[in-house]
């Protein structure tokens, strides 16, 4: 969604709405009259007209995303727009003109589903005017701190917080992270941190999924004595979780008695491992 409103935000048409539909959260009854709008009276439930996204987007941009999930019959009718640039809302025949700029997105691999033939082939070409190919966000993880700043920001904004930045060793969990969700995911844990937060985003204030150590986060170098990686592990994991001790401790599968004397023993200061 970031991507089709920057290329709205470029366009001439910025000046005009950006609507996004996720089809695949949209129930396959329902889809049709969400895109389209209904007349009063087209189904149970329709007491007025209301318009679809076509009609909210006019003269604007229509990001479709998750297109892949739509069913033959939705494909059919997305088609025709495309085609005659009319919609006709559900319980109408009288058709209505609309000029949308249709931005698509999916996950899955179109040319695929239409080999199984769960998706049109000309539906396909009629999109396909312009690619663009976009790694999933554990492949750009260059990415991540742009991405956590406009959260920010567009969460501050939004729910009317003040939190100002994210600490460098916050942030480089979260480029550490696998992310499976993609920007969506991140997009969740930059809320669910920033409720967490104070003034800024710590390691404390991260949900307990991201931190948990991944295999490449630790890099030890051939010919470490077994002192030294266990000293290593131990500053590096209380780094991780901001300093919260018994946090480490359940990381570590020792009692937070049995990491306060490692502490001891290995002489570990507090500065070696406190957030910024």
Excluded: C
């Amino acid at each position: 969604e970031l991507v089709a409103r920057a290329i709205h935000q470029a366009s001439d048409r910025r000046g005009g709405p950006f609507i996004a539909v996720n089809t695949g959260a949209i129930p396959k009854d329902l889809i049709v009259s969400e895109l389209f709008g209904h007349e009063k009276g087209a189904f149970t439930g329709a007491t007025e007209a209301r318009k679809g996204k076509f009609e909210e987007a006019d003269g604007g941009t229509l990001f479709l995303d998750e297109i892949s999930t739509m069913d033959e019959a939705t494909q059919i009718a997305l088609l025709r727009v495309l085609e005659t640039h009319q919609i006709e809302r559900v319980g109408s025949s009288r058709s209505l003109e609309v000029n949308v700029r249709i931005v698509a997105a999916s996950n899955k691999d179109l040319k695929e589903l239409i080999e199984e033939g769960r998706f049109r082939e000309d539906l396909y070409y009629r999109l396909n005017v312009y690619r663009i190919d976009l790694p999933p966000l554990n492949e750009r993880t260059g990415d991540v701190p742009m991405l956590v700043e406009y959260f920010i920001r567009q969460f501050n904004a939004k729910y009317n917080m003040q939190i100002a930045s994210i600490d460098s060793q916050a942030l480089e969990i979260l480029q550490n992270y696998a992310w499976p969700g993609n920007v969506r995911e991140l997009r969740n844990v930059v809320l669910n941190a920033m409720i967490q937060a104070k003034d800024r985003i710590q390691i404390k204030d991260l949900p307990p999924f991201v931190l948990k150590p991944g295999p490449q986060e630790i890099r030890f170098r051939a010919g470490m004595s077994l002192p030294d990686i266990e000293r290593l592990t131990i500053v590096k994991t209380l780094k991780m979780v901001g300093g919260n001790k018994l946090k480490a401790a359940e990381l570590l599968g020792i009692s937070r008695k049995s990491l306060y004397n490692k502490l001891e023993d290995y002489q570990i200061k507090d500065e070696e491992y406190q957030s910024d």
